[in-house]
């Protein structure tokens, strides 16, 4: 098998990045300050976030940044975070507003669960939703294996650390791509025919599609010009655990090898988000996880971030094999949650 081997700035290495602070951009005052201005306003308006579009927030302040840092996100080492924001003396809904805001300025955001939010809390809730398998990861606690979520750009606002540890851990999947071409290119082909996934029961049902990917998903595929990278180890695990299929002793070996190399120290960065930390990863160039971390007991000190999933619309789109969920599940998702709350209204 030919395989398209990534060159430039998106195939790094960790052990560099750690030794950089480049990536991270600090937020002027004046920003901060046009930023509160447009979220008191649309406040004032009555507007949800589903209302909010990028002229309520033009952000002039920011558009020389924002432009920077997405062509980064899109084209340079994949990533970057915006510093600064201020979280203390702001609701989290009032944060909410100011981080849809700056999202509308990067794509489009999508539902990203049964429950139809656009707008994700990533927070340890597992004594309120005790069953995994409708579970989300972003709703655990514990560590998180590195994985690629289901959108282009993901963003997250950090507004509270745990008590200790929960960095954000991220690795170039060019990278992982080029060190699987050169030490084992056999179980790199398994990664480009790709593997069954299981989604949450909770998300297929809402969504009206069967929870068991109908075909293999591509780890790797490339694309007008993209080499993009979808994996979620944990969703081969549930079709293996629901007895869906059977992984040959190659294909384990391929899943394990990839694993491996993203989480070697040299390959992977990991990151201690600080309040007010604004974290951009190209979800299709990058893996993402977390480190294990401790916890508040109390729920109103957890570690908390919000999230965005990001569409891009200028992006070549990828390969329909290459997605689990049709095109049209965050519509279901939103159309689901209006149903739900026209029967509870």
């Not at 480009?192 to 068991?212: T, V, W």
């Not at 993209?226 to 384990?252: M, Y």
């Not at 109390?298 to 200028?314: G, H």
Request: aromatic share 8%; charged share 30%; glycine share 8%.
């Amino acid at each position: 098998m030919d395989f398209i081997r990534p060159t430039g700035k998106s195939v790094w290495m960790g052990r560099d990045m750690a030794k950089t602070t480049d990536w991270i951009v600090e937020l002027p005052k004046d920003a901060l300050d046009e930023l509160d201005h447009c979220m008191k306003r649309v406040r004032a308006k009555g507007l949800t976030i589903d209302d909010v579009t990028r002229d309520d927030f033009p952000l002039e302040s920011l558009r020389g940044t924002m432009a920077a840092i997405k062509e980064e996100v899109a084209n340079g080492r994949g990533f970057a975070v915006a510093r600064g924001v201020r979280v203390e003396g702001y609701s989290v809904p009032e944060l909410e507003t100011m981080f849809w805001g700056i999202g509308t300025h990067f794509g489009q955001g999508l539902a990203q669960s049964f429950l139809g939010e656009r707008l994700g809390h990533v927070m340890d809730v597992s004594d309120e939703e005790p069953d995994p398998r409708r579970r989300r990861a972003y709703h655990s606690k514990g560590r998180l294996l590195l994985h690629t979520d289901a959108c282009d750009i993901l963003s997250m606002l950090s507004i509270r650390a745990a008590r200790s540890g929960g960095e954000s851990r991220v690795a170039s999947a060019h990278a992982v791509h080029n060190l699987m071409m050169d030490l084992c290119p056999g179980l790199l082909k398994l990664m480009y025919d790709g593997f069954h996934m299981r989604m949450p029961d909770s998300d297929a049902e809402a969504a009206g599609m069967p929870a068991l990917s109908p075909h293999k998903v591509p780890a790797y595929m490339a694309k007008d010009g993209w080499l993009n990278c979808h994996f979620v180890r944990g969703r081969i695990e549930r079709a293996v655990q629901a007895g869906d299929i059977k992984l040959t002793p190659e294909e384990q070996a391929a899943i394990e090898v990839f694993a491996a190399l993203g989480n070697h120290p040299d390959v992977y960065l990991d990151m201690k988000l600080q309040a007010g930390d604004i974290q951009f990863l190209n979800n299709r160039k990058l893996i993402h996880g977390r480190t294990d971390f401790e916890n508040y007991p109390e729920k109103e000190r957890r570690r908390l971030l919000l999230r965005l999933w990001l569409r891009v619309p200028e992006w070549p789109a990828m390969a329909e094999e290459q997605c689990i969920y049709p095109p049209d599940a965050a519509l279901r998702w939103e159309e689901k949650r209006d149903q739900l709350e026209e029967a509870t209204a």
